[in-house]
């Protein structure tokens, strides 16, 4: 897939490698076996995951054993 490819299926589907708003951290880490940046806001209000050319940024879920949960990802 070129850069031009990546770009257009993003912005036509929302998804990237099968993730989109609303998908859990799990999720995230089994589709992007890729090194990364975690950045976790004042005690824990959120979680931004910088993959480089990726970042996704996470809220913590509601309920006991609730994951987080991605709220935007960034091209």
Do not use: C, I, K
Request: glycine fraction near 14%; proline fraction near 4%; charged fraction near 20%.
């Amino acid at each position: 897939m070129t850069g031009v490819e990546f770009l257009a299926s993003f912005l036509t589907t929302g998804e990237l490698y099968g993730l989109r708003v609303g998908s859990t951290l799990t999720e995230v880490d089994r589709a992007l076996r890729h090194p990364f940046v975690d950045v976790v806001g004042e005690e824990g209000a959120w979680l931004r995951r910088d993959y480089g050319l990726v970042e996704f940024a996470f809220n913590p879920g509601t309920g006991p054993g609730a994951e987080w949960v991605a709220a935007t990802a960034t091209v």
